[in-house]
């Protein structure tokens, strides 16, 4: 196992701030990041599903990832998703991810499209040979439709800047083989799979949650690492029901991480939440930790 995570262990799947009239707001970016940081993140994901990466222009996602690198310099590595389903287009997300000062690129499997694993495995190749960072593969088969399979991930580890893993696949003990062969970082994508993951030999999280609850989150993996089961494994259990209403409820988590936030609105077609909505998250919040996080 890897013994020096790549990007920290505690990350952020961050929000994209945009203004009321729908504009990328990269102070509200910036402000967020530092936030993030200072409350235990050790790295921030930008550019993900959580930052509405489908509905954000390359320009847009380029300047994001200026935005917060400067916001957070040393403190915390900065990842960004650069994942399509056109390799080509792909490749030039990530060439222009690392131009930007980006430390790592977040790269999901092709979707849509359902290519077979050796494609698959081609397509990750290709990304990893033409950029000079490392790449969190992305495995979240309930989305792009194609499994990474764990065959698959023993290989790829062997390439020297595919490092990490970004576990959406919901298959413990697949991740628990490629943990025991391989040096590769595996973060936990599902919330509900924090501890399990990391109780297997999982480096952190990837986590929408940590947006509105970042030092809780982060608690459970201190207990953990100090020995302290019982307490982390009751740490865990007090996420529970906000995790389970920002990411289980019928809502994409970048719908109820918004309405938590006040990080303006979201892009079509997503919808903002609604007043009832909005009220359970607060009371779940609160409950967990105090008053609201909003005002970006």
Known sequence: MTTTPPFGRALCAMITPFTDSGELDLGGARKLADRLVADGCDGLVLNGTTGESPTTSDAEKTALVRAVVEAVGDRASVVTGVGSADTRHTVELARSAEAAGADGVLVVTPYYSRPPQAAVEAHFRRVADAVGI???????????????????????????????????????????????????????????????????????????????????????????????????????????????????????????????????????????????????????????????????
């Open 134 to 296: 490392p790449l969190m593969l992305y495995d979240i088969p309930g989305r792009t439709g194609t499994r990474i399979e764990p065959d698959t991930m023993l290989r790829l580890a062997g390439h020297p800047r595919i490092v990490a893993v970004k576990d959406c696949a919901y298959d413990l003990l697949g991740s628990t083989k490629v943990i025991a062969r391989t040096s590769l970082a595996y973060y936990s994508g599902c919330e509900e799979l924090n501890l399990p993951l990391y109780a297997v030999g999982g480096t952190g999280f990837v986590s929408t949650v940590a947006n509105v609850a970042p030092r809780q989150l982060r608690a459970v993996l201190d207990a953990y690492d100090a020995g302290r089961v019982t307490e982390a494994a009751r740490l865990n259990r007090l996420t529970i029901p906000l995790t389970e209403l920002m990411m289980a409820s019928g809502l994409p988590g970048t719908v109820t991480a918004k309405a938590l936030l006040g990080a303006g609105p979201v892009r079509e077609p997503l919808q903002p939440a609604g007043r009832e909505a909005v009220d359970g998250l607060r009371v779940a919040y609160e409950a967990l930790q105090g008053p609201s996080p909003s005002g970006l």
